[in-house]
């Protein structure tokens, strides 16, 4: 089964990890060139990517498509662009070419509604946003709770206060750039209700309650609604997960495969907190995700082929606790009402199920108090799937997808075999980045040695070699200390590095070998 994909960006998230999921399965996937990919700010060969497209897929049976990659060149570029919706058009219609040339070719495809960040960064927004992005994220609330006929009085006169405060140019520039995104967004659909698009998501990138992004999604699922095309299209929160959520659904499909979940929480609060940087529950995310991928919620574990363990808050919005806080630190409700001796305890239990584990009770990587737990117990090698890195959405693409890939092949493999060692693979690369980089070693560094070196956080391209080289040694003792005495077998790290420059992310190889038994 050949599956082509056309990656958001260029960084391990977008471009690896599916990858690394379609390596523990029997689909054959196919990436473009690594040149023909962008740099952060640099759009990709958008051209040459067309022509790579029509290439690959005169054979293929899926087509996994960024249309952000497509259309703009990338995430980042499809912030910065200057396009005009007819030449957003004219990089879309590719599509009919595709499907011309191959009517059998499947096109699963994802194109996000343009985030609204609130605070003041240019890292990859553009260079005014480094002045006036918390108050163009604020000016965007108000204008969304004044169509909403919420406005309050002061709401009001601080609307007025930003009007004056933010250039005319600003708000034009910006605004007008969503305006073209949220027309693709509805071209998008348009394709869908044609059957150019088999299947759609629209995830909506760093969102909140209000906001321009609001305001979007609530227009496009009215088009949607008018299109009778709920069953094509889901717009849902996210972003650099859904490629592994499409690989996952093309696997499901393929397989004629519906995984059936149940799911437990560590806090009885769990399935109705918003996650940071999200606009709903967290168990309507959830079901979005499985949904997304083909996937079932049943009531009970005896019904599942896996069982999603949900480490989760039992606080909303900006009470949701951040790596670099002390465990004292946090909002209250994390000493009464997240039950961690009790979800450790049922994790010991032998469910007899696939079991992953979404570790999303913090935010930007893995909850210690948890982890630390978890290894005490003898618990690491135990786990499926793992993830617990940025947000809340980020981390429950990746693991459910993982889960239920792993769901299929429960006892449908070898033990040892070659697809369980990759999934291994995957999945101790997940503890080393979320818990081993995100949580640990970024924190760390980010407070040492970035000032140290008179770098900064965004960018630390001045001394990246060292900086690396000082990650490097962070994460190789986390694997000595926490990994190193597993005993179904053996990890070795090697080439490590920024792929954007900056301490948000990490890149990295990881092997792992079974212990010969």
């Not at 034009?172 to 998008?188: K, L, P």
């Not at 980020?394 to 060692?421: D, M």
Request: charged share 25%; net charge negative; hydrophobic share 35%.
């Amino acid at each position: 089964m050949k599956v082509v994909y056309l990656p958001l960006d260029e960084r391990p998230c977008n471009l690896k990890y599916p990858q690394q999921l379609a390596a523990m399965t029997d689909l054959e996937i196919h990436v473009p060139d690594r040149e023909l990919l962008g740099a952060k700010k640099q759009p990709a060969n958008v051209e040459g990517l067309q022509k790579w497209l029509m290439k690959e897929t005169k054979t293929a049976n899926y087509l996994i498509l960024s249309l952000d990659m497509l259309v703009y060149g990338g995430i980042v570029p499809s912030r910065l662009h200057h396009l005009s919706k007819e030449e957003c058009i004219n990089r879309l219609d590719v599509i009919k070419a595709l499907k011309t040339q191959n009517p059998q070719l499947k096109i699963f495809a994802f194109n996000l509604i343009m985030r609204v960040p609130g605070y003041n960064s240019s890292d990859e927004e553009p260079d005014y946003y480094e002045v006036y992005g918390e108050r163009i994220s604020n000016y965007g609330k108000l204008l969304d709770k004044k169509s909403r006929g919420e406005l309050t009085g002061d709401d009001a006169k601080l609307l007025e206060l930003l009007t004056d405060e933010i250039p005319q140019n600003v708000i034009t520039d910006f605004i007008g750039r969503r305006q073209v995104n949220a027309f693709t967004n509805e071209y998008a659909i348009d394709m869908a209700d044609q059957g150019l698009i088999d299947f759609l998501i629209i995830p909506l990138d760093d969102n909140a309650e209000y906001g321009f992004s609001s305001q979007e999604q609530s227009k496009l699922l009215c088009k949607v609604e008018k299109c009778n095309l709920w069953d094509q299209v889901a717009i849902y929160p996210g972003a650099d997960e859904i490629g592994c959520t499409l690989l996952a659904k093309v696997f499901c499909e393929a397989h004629h495969y519906t995984p059936a979940l149940s799911i437990r929480y560590s806090s009885t609060k769990g399935p109705y907190i918003i996650p940071k940087y999200e606009d709903r529950s967290l168990q309507e995310s959830i079901k979005s995700h499985i949904t997304a991928m083909g996937g079932v919620i049943v009531d009970y574990a005896s019904e599942a082929d896996a069982i999603l363990f949900t480490h989760s808050p039992a606080v909303s919005q900006s009470g949701v606790a951040e790596p670099f806080q002390t465990f004292g630190e946090r909002h209250r409700s994390y000493f009464s009402e997240i039950n961690y001796r009790e979800f450790v305890q049922a994790l010991k239990y032998d469910w007899g199920k696939v079991i992953g584990l979404a570790d999303v009770a913090t935010c930007n990587g893995s909850d210690q108090t948890l982890m630390f737990m978890l290894k005490k117990q003898g618990l690491l090698e135990k786990l499926d799937a793992y993830a617990g890195w940025n947000t809340s959405g980020n981390t429950l693409g990746t693991v459910i997808a993982h889960t239920i890939i792993e769901s299929y092949y429960y006892q449908r493999t070898e033990k040892n075999g070659e697809r369980r060692r990759k999934s291994r693979e995957f999945y101790y690369s997940r503890l080393v980045e979320d818990w081993g980089y995100q949580t640990i070693a970024r924190k760390a560094v980010a407070m040492d040695d970035v000032p140290r070196l008179g770098v900064t956080y965004f960018d630390i391209s001045g001394h990246l070699n060292e900086i690396q080289g000082i990650i490097k040694g962070y994460l190789e003792t986390f694997v000595e200390e926490n990994l190193s005495d597993i005993k179904e077998g053996k990890i070795d790290l090697k080439n490590v590095y920024s792929p954007w420059k900056r301490m948000f992310e990490v890149g990295f190889d990881l092997t792992f070998a079974f212990s010969k038994e």
